[in-house]
């Protein structure tokens, strides 16, 4: 199955992706690495506190808009078994991270 993700702003299709924050878990509740991979190059850390799933492992995919100045953050996070997909922290005239 393939499904375009569009700016929650002007719904174009053309959006970019500028970063990604990848946080994993060995077990849940447990300490986990952080990776962040972005522009200006690779950080990896054991900070979890922008991890969108509280337990588990979580993903954050920063995004662009070719057709307007809005950006946002397209997250996956791990809960109670699911998968749960969420569009957050949408922001006008912000710079990518
Ligand atoms: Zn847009």
């Not at 499904?3 to 077990?27: K, L």
């Not at 993903?59 to 791990?78: A, K, N, P, Y």
């Amino acid at each position: 199955m393939n499904a375009i993700h569009t700016c929650p702003n002007c719904g174009s299709e053309n959006t970019h992706h500028t970063g990604v924050d990848v946080y994993s878990r060995i077990q849940e509740d447990d300490v986990g690495h952080h990776a962040r991979v972005d522009r200006t190059g690779v950080t990896v850390d054991t900070n979890m506190s922008g991890n969108p799933s509280s337990r588990r492992d979580g993903l954050i995919i920063h995004l662009c808009c070719e057709m307007c100045d809005f950006t946002h953050d397209l997250t996956v996070r791990q809960h109670k078994g699911q998968t749960l997909l969420q569009i957050t922290n949408i922001r006008a005239g912000a710079d990518a991270p």
